[in-house]
């Protein structure tokens, strides 16, 4: 339990856009970075990123991964009141869009020994110049908006830029994607499926022996963000991602408790996986298997710190969907806190992909805790 406990506190990462961005010094003329695969990103990848031509290696060294590439990490003295909300009330904020997730470049344990060196000027045949490199690992999926990668030093506390990456872009960023399953009566003879995509015209899900539907479009912007009076939420400035378009259909004609397969989507823009789905029995069944749980929210797949992370939500999800997998689950019900995002809306996306192997085939019900509100 010990290795789950003060994931939640302030940490230095969490108030990283009320940190000086300082003026680095020019200490970079054979600093790169790159990225491996350079191409472009399918729905989800690993990405090996390399930070090489460093002089002087220091744990102090991080990468960020931005999203979109064309955000703002610079100076940003004119948005102070939409901080207060993060619980940091120390003086002006400063950078103008909350990094995705980070890491410090000492994850790679040959880095700060630089084991992996590199000549960079050789005289009458002897290396003058050695600079280090160190690479990472980062868990990306699609959502929706090019990234890029930053080079900070200075550590959280005291952070310059020193490079960035090229942009990278996703191979299909209209992709229908975290498709997720939910009641609207006690029948069992109708679900609801809502999925998230970069395409605004209306989409299909296709389901049963030759049913269809077609989807409802909504999405929201940056001035439907609400606020506690008189801070502002943090959704309204630097914790703001272009959340897509959320495609809501209702597929009827079912039976309780039985088994049906689906896909949703669209011929101009790709269709999902074909997925199998269990519809709860009607009402007034002599049982209801289901789990139930709160306070979940999300961690990260790889060595990243974010915005907030709650380590055991990895082993539930395994353990739901061990469960929805093994046995005949009938729903879930997720009681309250549900992402944790608190204003940071590109979480919601790696949330929706974290319980997606569960809320695919079962109806996730959902209630509104404090960090909803």
């Not at 000492?106 to 000027?121: A, G, R, V």
């Not at 900070?152 to 005291?158: K, L, S």
């Not at 469960?323 to 009681?335: A, G, L």
Request: glycine content about 6%; overall charge negative; some cysteine.
């Amino acid at each position: 339990m010990a290795e789950h406990r003060n994931y939640t506190a302030i940490s230095e990462f969490r108030v990283i856009n009320r940190r000086k961005l300082l003026k680095c010094p020019d200490l970079k003329p054979y600093l790169k970075i790159s990225v491996s695969p350079n191409s472009t990103m399918s729905n989800e990848e690993y990405l090996t990123v390399t930070v090489s031509g460093v002089l002087i290696p220091s744990s102090s060294d991080w990468v960020a991964m931005i999203s979109p590439s064309s955000s703002n990490v610079t100076d940003c003295p004119l948005s102070e009141a939409y901080y207060a909300q993060t619980g940091d009330l120390s003086d002006l904020p400063l950078l103008c869009q909350y990094p995705v997730k980070a890491q410090y470049v000492s994850n790679d344990p040959d880095y700060l020994n630089c084991t992996k060196k590199e000549c960079q000027e050789r005289v009458l045949g002897k290396c003058v110049v050695t600079t280090c490199s160190g690479s990472l690992t980062f868990h990306v999926i699609n959502i929706r908006t090019n990234i890029e990668f930053v080079f900070f030093v200075g550590g959280f506390d005291t952070p310059c830029i020193l490079t960035r990456s090229n942009p990278l872009n996703f191979t299909n960023p209209k992709m229908p994607l975290y498709g997720h399953l939910s009641s609207i009566d006690s029948t069992g003879k109708s679900m609801r499926l809502t999925w998230v995509s970069g395409d605004e015209e209306p989409q299909q899900v296709q389901y049963g022996d030759g049913m269809s539907q077609n989807s409802v479009v909504t999405t929201f912007t940056q001035d439907d963000m609400c606020s506690s009076s008189p801070l502002p939420s943090p959704a309204k400035d630097f914790g703001w991602h272009d959340p897509g378009f959320i495609h809501t259909a209702v597929m009827i004609g079912l039976q309780p408790s039985s088994t049906f397969s689906y896909i949703y989507g669209s011929d101009s823009i790709g269709w999902s996986n074909q997925t199998q789905f269990r519809t709860p029995p009607a009402g007034g069944s002599d049982g209801l298997y289901f789990i139930a749980y709160g306070d979940m929210g999300k961690a990260p797949f790889d060595s990243s710190v974010e915005h907030y992370i709650q380590p055991g939500s990895l082993s539930v999800i395994k353990a739901v969907t061990d469960e929805v997998n093994s046995v005949n689950v009938d729903s879930i019900f997720h009681i309250g806190d549900i992402s944790y995002a608190t204003g940071f809306l590109v979480e919601w996306d790696f949330f929706l992909e974290l319980i997606n192997p569960v809320a695919s085939q079962v109806t996730y019900m959902t209630a509104i805790g404090n960090h909803e509100r």
